[in-house]
């Protein structure tokens, strides 16, 4: 299973890190990524890692602000987000599936993000950026 840890209250500008720890499997070959739900809003792709080449994707809306990282040792995902906006506010979950390379592939349209089924899926952590 996944399970996220870290969400909470921000105000604008502020950072949080969500981790994403994963159980009675190995994240070492797994494509990796978190989505995040706003009310209302479709779930969207943040950010993507194959672990089995190390290719890493970001939304256009957090490239500069999020990092996504892997600490295998501990088989856990983390997402380093900084310069929070309100527009952030969503509920986070993170996903890793084993049958694909990587959960987002790049087109002449831009990222398209792999919406599942996936292997794996959290309960999600809530993320509000407010003042």
């Known amino acids: 299973q996944l399970v996220e840890s870290g969400g909470g209250l921000v105000q604008p500008g502020g950072s949080l890190r969500l981790s994403c720890a994963a159980s009675g499997f190995s994240l070492d070959y797994y494509a990796i990524g978190w989505f995040r739900q706003a009310p209302g809003k479709e779930r969207e792709g943040v950010s993507a890692?194959?672990?089995?080449?190390?290719?890493?994707y970001y939304a256009d809306s957090v490239k500069g602000r999020f990092t996504i990282s892997i600490n295998n040792a501990k088989n856990t995902v983390y997402l380093q987000m900084n310069s929070l906006k309100p527009e952030d506010t969503a509920v986070y979950y993170c996903?890793?599936?084993?049958?694909?390379?990587?959960?987002?592939?790049?087109?002449?349209?831009?990222?398209?993000?792999?919406?599942?089924?996936?292997?794996?899926w959290g309960q999600g952590t809530q993320v509000t950026v407010s003042s």
């Open positions: 996903a890793a599936d084993g049958t694909r390379l990587s959960l987002v592939s790049s087109t002449p349209h831009g990222l398209s993000w792999y919406q599942g089924p996936y292997d794996y």
């Open positions: 890692l194959s672990n089995s080449d190390g290719s890493i």
